[in-house]
């Protein structure tokens, strides 16, 4: 539970201070039990009280929060659905042109520079993955996963992988194993991949005033190139090879919360890693003309960002899509009604001339994967499924497909759409102005 926002939310309210102490003090012995006393609790939400009237407004611009009065949860940002991509678009729009070889206004998965040097020879590619939100009562697969996460979107790039590292926060309740228990984690993927973990950070979620046990963190990677393919590079009569997908933290996710924990065992292997790193050890990435992992709110999601930013119209075969699912993955989401085209399914997506793609198959079987042709690139825009030889609309929905219970609960679908936009252009045009305030502020100090 988050102290601060309790606290402050009532004083917007106009509650009186000794109700919010009251309950303040209740909820914190109601989380800490027999850990803390009475007197103790009503000491530390009366200390939060003070510092949130303290904070609770400033009059100034630099300081103050922006607010869209849009939620996170209502625009649907980390839920892999048109909600997620138009803020990711917008955060794009807001860092502007950086002079990067590629960064977020490319939606790739990572970003790239040059060395300072000004060295065409080698370039650097970085990528941060966040763990999967709901695995955090399952901290060794949680960091299996992010760590995996990372090493795919720095090897979609077409780069090797050279180091990783971890951000880990513990609210302040959580066990302390929880850290070592998601490092360890990190480490299996890192040790397997031959990728060190090289460096970190370990927090508390909110410091003192947020109270519970839940973790969140992430995974960063560092990779090397000589080249690199971006999601900009799909072409008008290239082929789209996809190699098998077992899922990830979302296919997880999923077989936990359905009771399936068998499922997860599906999930644990590098098959994408071996994949990526043969295809750059046979110089393949320098014949392909996009890589990308299926994972933004599955197939439909990555089908349409390519599209967007190739100019180009993606037709697939959902046969061919099916018949490279991990057969246990795949009957469990036809049990649980599941849309197994709307999560991510960690499967390698290849795009490249039809005179490479059997060398390029051939390379990844050599790895002891499996991939198979799903599809075609033609001209146009958006994307295209052929489901029982019939054409179908592949656009992304909202949010991805609802793999837990909570989710299906919630839906897949927003309300709203348009006038949630026009807010958050509007909180965004004023984060720029904030922005360029300080850099004139900072270039003339």
Same mark, same amino acid.
């Given at each position: ?31 800490? =039990? ?23 407004? #400033? ?28 803020? +990711? ?13 590629? /960064? &977020? ?26 763990? +999967? &939100? ?9 960091? #299996? ?17 050279? @180091?990783?590292?971890?951000?880990? +926060? ?43 046990? =839940? ?77 990308? /992992? ?12 390519? @599209? ?10 959902? /046969? ?73 609309? #592949? &656009? ?50």
């Amino acid at each position: 539970m988050d102290l601060e926002g309790f606290a402050k939310r009532e004083l917007r309210e106009g509650e009186a201070d000794d109700k919010i102490i009251a309950e303040l003090c209740n909820r914190i012995v109601e989380t800490k =039990r027999d850990r803390i006393t009475k007197e103790k609790a009503e000491e530390i939400a009366n200390a939060v009280l003070e510092e949130s009237k303290i904070t609770l407004d #400033f009059n100034d611009e630099l300081i103050t929060e922006l607010k869209s009065n849009v939620r996170m949860g209502e625009l649907g940002v980390g839920s892999r659905g048109a909600g997620d991509f138009y803020a +990711h678009e917008k955060i794009g729009e807001l860092i502007g042109a950086t002079g990067a070889v590629v /960064d &977020s206004s490319s939606l790739s998965d990572s970003g790239v520079v040059r060395l300072p040097d000004g060295s065409k020879e080698k370039l650097i590619v970085v990528t941060v993955d966040g763990m +999967h &939100s709901r695995l955090s009562d399952f901290p060794f697969l949680a960091g #299996f996963h992010v760590a995996r996460a990372a090493l795919r979107d720095v090897y979609v790039m077409g780069a090797t992988p050279v @180091a990783l590292l971890s951000d880990i +926060h513990v609210a302040d309740d959580g066990d302390v194993a929880k850290i070592f228990d998601h490092i360890a984690g990190i480490s299996a993927v890192s040790d397997a991949a031959g990728v060190p973990l090289v460096t970190g950070s370990t927090l508390r979620i909110g410091g003192d005033v947020v109270i519970g046990e =839940r973790m969140t963190g992430c995974v960063g990677a560092v990779g090397v190139a000589d080249t690199v393919v971006t999601r900009e590079g799909a072409k008008e009569g290239d082929v789209i090879l996809m190699s098998e997908g077992a899922g990830g933290g979302t296919i997880t996710t999923a077989a936990l919360y359905y009771g399936e924990p068998e499922v997860v065992r599906e999930t644990m292997n590098i098959k994408f890693l071996n994949a990526c790193n043969m295809l750059i050890k046979e110089e393949m990435v320098k014949k392909v003309h996009l890589m990308t /992992d299926v994972t933004n709110g599955g197939i439909r999601g990555d089908a349409n960002e390519i @599209a967007k930013v190739s100019h180009v119209k993606l037709v697939f075969h959902e /046969d061919r899509i099916r018949d490279l699912v991990n057969k246990k993955v795949l009957a469990m989401l036809k049990r649980r009604e599941i849309d197994y085209l709307g999560v991510s399914l960690d499967a390698l997506l290849v795009i490249c001339p039809a005179e490479v793609a059997e060398a390029v198959k051939a390379v990844v079987r050599s790895a002891g994967v499996r991939i198979e042709e799903i599809g075609s690139v033609v001209k146009g825009n958006g994307a295209e499924i052929v489901v029982d030889g019939e054409s179908r609309d #592949f &656009s992304p929905k909202f949010r991805e497909s609802a793999y837990t219970p909570i989710k299906k609960v919630v839906g897949e679908s927003g309300q709203n759409f348009e006038m949630m936009k026009r807010k958050v252009d509007k909180a965004v045009e004023e984060a720029v102005r904030k922005k360029d305030k300080v850099k004139r502020i900072l270039e003339s100090s």
